[in-house]
């Protein structure tokens, strides 16, 4: 349930196209809850028939030109519902952690490649995170809105970093394995 709130999020932050949200969600939010083009096409759909955003107004109608959408009173209340509901946690689940786990049983061929190409992604991406903190996070961006952007930024900086040290760990343990 957590696409149509993602897209709330983005749309009362700045009103937005289809086109611009996507383009919104492969820059930043799709860093941490991914949706494809189709996904958020549909649900901005869902989310006018239900009253939630409209569309705003064009400048100069044109046939085939792009909407833009705001949020509506009742997409602002959903969404402010949303947040302070209570939600469980959910499990990570990892296939390289069930592999490494099915390793124990069927033997490590070709494993270590892996878990070294991890490693190697996972810097990269860590790497990137970094330099996002650095551009948009300075000291003097303060502001309430601006802390809890940072906060989801180093959720993403402090993961990243976990696994670069456990991949490191593991492939540590591969180099003494018999």
Known sequence: MSLPHAILTALLERPSS????????????????????????????????????????????ARGQKKSYEVLPAGRAELARWTAAPQEPKPHRDA????????????????????????????????????????????????AEDRLRHLVL?????LETFWTQWLTHALAEFDRLP
């Not at 383009?23 to 949706?35: C, E, K, L, Q």
């Not at 991890?118 to 961006?141: A, C, T």
């Not at 180093?154 to 402090?158: E, H, K």
């Open 18 to 61: 289809g086109l611009d949200l996507t383009r919104r969600f492969d820059r930043s939010i799709g860093y941490f809850w991914s949706a494809t083009h189709q996904q958020i096409y549909r649900e901005l759909g869902r989310l006018e028939a239900d009253g939630h955003i409209r569309a705003l107004p064009a400048e100069v109608p």
């Open 96 to 143: 390289l952690l069930l592999r490494l786990r099915a390793a124990a049983v069927v033997g490590t061929d070709g494993l270590k490649g892996e878990l070294a190409r991890y490693l190697d992604l996972h810097e990269r991406q860590l790497g990137e995170y970094r330099e996002i903190e650095k551009r948009d996070f300075p000291p003097e961006r303060d502001s």
């Open 154 to 158: 180093r959720a993403g900086i402090d």
